[in-house]
């Protein structure tokens, strides 16, 4: 009995969080109503179609917004028909129904972009991943896109099958 008396109060003495959710950052660099999750990525809603998509690019902290507004109107431009997707507080780019070849997310101090089948394109983005076909291109504050390598990283990428998530 003392036992079980023990293993309860270690396990309710931990602090809570007040809303019982994620870390979430201060949001003064964001429109009211946005809330950041750890490492200030916007939380947003489970959404298909380009309204969601914008919604999240609104939330973006700071200079991340911009970026994002460029990255989605590059990806337009190369891809006229995108599908687009948010899942995972995470905003997704497609040509076939549920078939996924970019993503980004945010981070404190940078953004990364997804290749889904990063290892198939020439050259091969940057950014190594766990996983063998998955690459990556982190953009911190500052950094100079190379507009040109991303359309054409984005429209090799959007021939490959796309991943199914």
Known sequence: MAEEATRKRATTSKPKQEDGGSTRLPSSKVAPGTVLLSGGNPQIAKGYGDAPVQAYIAAMPGWKSELGRRLD????QAVPNVSKAVKW???FYGVESGRWFL????FTKYVKLTFFDGASLDPVPPGKSKQERVRY???REGDALDEQQF???V?????LPGERL
């Open 73 to 76: 109107a590059l990806v337009e």
């Open 89 to 91: 507080n995470t905003p």
């Open 103 to 106: 993503a980004f997310h945010c």
């Open 137 to 139: 291109l982190d953009i």
């Open 151 to 153: 359309l054409d990283w």
């Open 155 to 159: 429209q090799q990428a959007s021939r």
